[in-house]
């Protein structure tokens, strides 16, 4: 019986011999790294889309690969199978071999009849196949040529036999899979033909194990499909289930691969073992199995829970998991103790799993005592609402309440009530969503020249797009960023298109070359002035279409400019140098992270401009002042070196193997730019930087933030900014130390013991305070007016906090050792009012509310308040309605105390 190792290797082998001849390729990340279509990498042939397309040259004709693929989110997801099916996994890996151009159907087919059947010894007899319903050429495959009994063989239509694409667009085309029958005790008296043609195999006897694709087509995002460049071959066979058939088990869950986590989920939640477990509790074991190993490999690659994105599919998967695991008994957090056993079966495979193991744990266990509390009401609620729904319909309404009231994910509430037989409102519910975040969708909505776009394709037409001279003409080379002979190919003044523009006009320039950069990659725009010979625009902002035509907005403020003129661009060099040095000091700092916070740290945004930068990253938890410390030593460290930073355009596949940092969700051409910090630093980028580190200046962190679940925030200044910065702060602490009248290095000192003075004589007032509150309290209990046998106070104090009035409060109910007391007290402070009313138990036995009184009265200040019957509490913001506020509180128990 093989292991699942011994069959990556013999994959591996079988096609990198000298018969086959392809090239091993690694597998690429779960995160696509330059296709913003796809949320994960969800099959082999994703890192090769361009090689089909071809958008690239070809480094290679022939591969293969082991890929890590996750399904679950987007297009393709089988999340909500994992567990209902014993085949489906949300993670698992790819064996794949690829033609691009190459060879096609013959090989394709004739290679995986013989690994089937040769290498790993599957019986020949039990091996079924399906092609496309119009693939004649495959059909003639393997059955005149591999000798398939047509038997064994089906014709399926598009929706089981023509794949792809892997997203929105890319590569497709007809396919043909491989079926292992697995025996009767699986589908006692099923054929073939029953099974798949009417798609009725609940017990999965006749597995499908390898999908043979072959692309022909290049799928447009009009669903329309041109003729693919490099027609070729994409086949995908899923370890998990070739494990299975070689090792013969039930499903995958019990093969080398994933037994060892499924064993150790039964131990931890104490459920049983595995193999004497009901089906339901199976499928509860098999989901948590499935997400752990999803989860690991996910956050392994610096994606973190969130509310959006691929953020949202990670804390979908947990707290699918958490809730499967709710129904074998376990409502603790427990997952993160499986990431050990995750990363025992599979770390030597995959080492980068090793090297974030604590960062996941802390990740996986936070998110599950955060959703333990979700769980606890939201799903309570959720059961009574499906308890009272009619018709079998939860409302759009009360999906609504249950995901903004109770944080309860929508997904999960949809999943819940699926199970429960219920349908969910979804066009409700949608309304709902669409009414709340009315005002939050105008304010998305375009870009600035939004209403210009079709002038701007018909330029780019005409003249293609703007070519930018930045990179060689700027303040590096020369003392002044220019350029001459520049050609004005349009201008525009609002929406209308005009042959000229005059002094004082807001205008967009569109010119047939560029110094000015283009506001993109976190990157400001660079400012300046455009001449020409009848009149001077100064230029505030550069925005760049997705042509890559640059439209430069600025202001006439001589003469006139005229469509057609020759043009002289000028950037104001000094600004330009502010950004590239911020800009550079944004690499370092990513470098800085990833050193003393963990290579688990992924750009998550930024902003660059002349007085600051800014950069967004993923971490769990705020940096301690220590790391911040070291984070900006080692940045400033860099910069002391003068190390040179290179820029260098190469093409995508070449940039990739010098494992350079691509940001996800950028779209990249067949050639890239790559910025390199030798030793430090390495990134995909189109910004502008300074020529050396030592031309940076000194570096400066101002601040870190958090800017949303598991994304931390850091501000920071270099060059001018930082100095400033300096002086700023080196002022204040000269004026501390002139205040304090001690030397600088004592100034943290002096202030500790002022605060502590100032500690003990607030306590000094507090006392006296207090003595004589006592004593004013048994003045006004003496003075009160008395109705019904209770004391009625009411009384106004200056400058008493809440804390103070209940001390004044609780001096007067020890005071009145017979009889009922009801009392109001009010205090101002720096023009906040606080108020509380409070009620003896004999005088709550009345019928009268602390709470009511305290919210009527609440109103005359401008404010509210609530509480218990006994003790309540206002606060309000008008301190001249605190006389009304106190006599319509004493009128109401009056009048309750009759």
């Excluded at 693929?69 to 999340?79: I, V």
């Excluded at 790993?120 to 007899?125: G, S």
Aim: aromatic share 8%.
């Amino acid at each position: 019986m093989k292991k699942s190792y011994e069959l990556r290797k013999a994959f591996i082998d079988f096609f990198t011999d000298s018969i086959r001849r392809h090239k091993l390729v690694p597998s690429s990340p779960l995160v696509p790294p330059d296709d913003p279509t796809l949320l994960f990498t969800t099959a082999g042939m994703v890192q090769f889309k361009p090689f089909y397309a071809g958008t690239v040259p070809l480094p290679y004709t022939r591969a293969c690969s082991v890929q890590k693929c996750l399904r679950a989110g987007g297009k393709g997801s089988d999340l909500e199978n994992v567990g209902k099916t014993l085949r489906h996994h949300t993670f698992f890996e790819m064996l794949g071999n690829f033609s691009f151009g190459d060879y096609f159907k013959r090989e394709a087919l004739q290679w995986a009849w013989e690994f089937s059947t040769q290498v790993v010894e599957l019986d020949p007899n039990r091996i079924y196949v399906s092609v496309y319903e119009d693939d004649d050429e495959a059909w003639d495959i393997w059955t005149k040529e591999i000798g398939m009994p047509e038997s064994h063989m089906v014709r399926l239509g598009a929706k089981d036999n023509f794949w792809g694409p892997a997203g929105d667009t890319g590569a497709c085309g007809p396919c043909s899979e491989l079926y292992y029958d697995r025996g009767e005790q699986y589908g006692p008296g099923l054929s073939f033909q029953d099974a798949t043609l009417n798609d009725h195999d609940p017990h999965t006897r006749y597995l499908e194990y390898w999908n043979c694709v072959f692309p022909q087509f290049d799928q447009q995002k009009d669903g329309t499909r041109l003729p693919l460049k490099n027609r070729g071959v994409d086949t995908g066979m899923g370890l998990e289930r070739l494990t299975c058939l070689v090792q013969e088990t039930a499903s995958p869950y019990e093969t080398d691969l994933m037994l060892p986590i499924v064993n150790a989920v039964c131990e931890l939640t104490q459920v049983g073992p595995y193999q004497n477990l009901q089906i339901e509790h199976r499928q509860c074991v098999n989901v948590v199995a499935d997400h752990i190993r999803a989860l690991v490999f996910a956050l392994s690659e610096g994606i973190l829970p969130s509310n959006d994105g691929r953020g949202y599919v990670l804390r979908r998967l947990l707290r699918r998991a958490a809730r499967y695991a709710r129904r074998i008994g376990q409502d603790s957090p427990f997952m993160y103790q499986l990431v050990d056993t995750v990363v025992g079966v599979m770390g030597d495979v995959y080492p980068e799993i090793k090297e974030t193991t604590d960062l996941v744990k802390r990740v996986i266990r936070t998110e599950e005592e955060t959703y333990a509390q979700t769980l606890g009401t939201g799903l309570q609620k959720l059961d009574q609402l499906l308890e009272k729904c009619r018709d079998g319909q939860l409302t759009g309404e009360d999906v609504f309440l249950l995901c903004s009231t109770y944080g309860l994910p929508y997904d999960d509430v949809c999943e819940v009530a699926r199970d429960r037989g219920v349908v969910v409102d979804n066009e409700g519910y949608q309304q709902c969503v669409a009414r709340h975040k009315e005002e939050s969708r105008k304010a998305a909505k375009g870009t600035r020249f939004e209403t210009i776009y079709e002038d701007l394709k018909q330029l780019f037409s005409e003249y293609g797009k703007t070519k930018f001279l930045g990179y060689a003409e700027e303040a590096i080379e020369y003392p002044l960023a220019r350029a001459e002979g520049l050609k004005v190919l349009a201008v525009f003044r609002g929406e209308e298109r005009v042959s000229r523009a005059h002094a004082g006009e807001e205008i967009a320039i569109v010119l047939d070359a560029t110094p000015f950069y283009a506001e993109a990659g976190g990157q400001v725009a660079d400012t300046g002035g455009i001449a020409s010979p009848t009149g001077y625009v100064r230029i505030t902002d550069v925005q760049k279409s997705s042509e890559d035509i640059f439209v430069h907005y600025g202001m006439v403020t001589e003469g006139e400019i005229v469509e057609g003129q020759e043009v002289k661009a000028e950037i104001d060099v000094a600004r330009r140098w502010d950004i590239m040095r911020n800009h550079t000091a944004t690499h370092l700092l990513q470098g800085a992270l990833k050193t003393v916070v963990g290579k688990h740290v992924t750009q998550q945004g930024s902003y660059v401009g002349p007085d600051y930068l800014r950069f967004d990253f993923t971490n769990p938890e705020a940096l301690t002042a220590e790391q911040l410390g070291e984070v900006e030593s080692l940045v400033n460290e860099q910069i002391m070196k003068n190390l040179p930073v290179r820029c260098a355009v190469m093409e995508l596949e070449e940039a990739r193997k010098t494992g350079a940092i691509a940001p996800f969700g950028e779209r990249y051409g067949a050639t890239v730019r790559v910025i390199d910090v030798p030793g430090w630093d390495i990134e995909f980028c189109g910004g502008t930087h300074v020529p050396a580190t030592g031309c940076i200046g000194p570096f400066v962190i101002v601040g870190e933030s958090a800017v949303a679940a598991g994304v931390r925030r850091i501000e920071a200044t270099a060059g001018r900014g930082a100095v400033r910065v300096i002086q700023s702060e080196r002022g204040v602490v000269k004026e501390l130390s002139e205040l304090f009248c001690v030397p600088r290095e004592k100034v943290v000192a002096r202030a500790e013991s002022v605060l502590e003075e100032l500690k003990g004589a607030r306590k000094e007032i507090a006392y006296w305070r207090t003595k004589a509150s006592a004593q004013e309290a048994a003045e006004l209990l003496e003075n009160a007016p008395e109705k019904a046998g209770v004391k009625v106070v009411v009384a106004r104090f200056d400058d008493m906090e809440a804390a103070q009035l209940r001390e004044v409060f609780d001096q007067l109910k020890s005071r009145r050792s017979q009889g009922g007391l009801a009392a109001v007290l009010a205090s101002a402070s720096n023009g906040r009012v606080t108020m509380i009313v409070g009620f003896t138990p004999d005088v709550v036995s009345m019928g009268i509310s602390a709470s009511d009184i305290v919210k009527a009265a609440a109103q005359a200040v401008g404010g509210s308040g609530g509480g218990k019957k006994d003790m309540a509490q206002a606060g309000g913001k008008n301190p001249e309605g605190i006389a009304q506020a106190l006599k319509i509180a004493k009128q109401l128990i009056e009048s309750k105390l009759g």
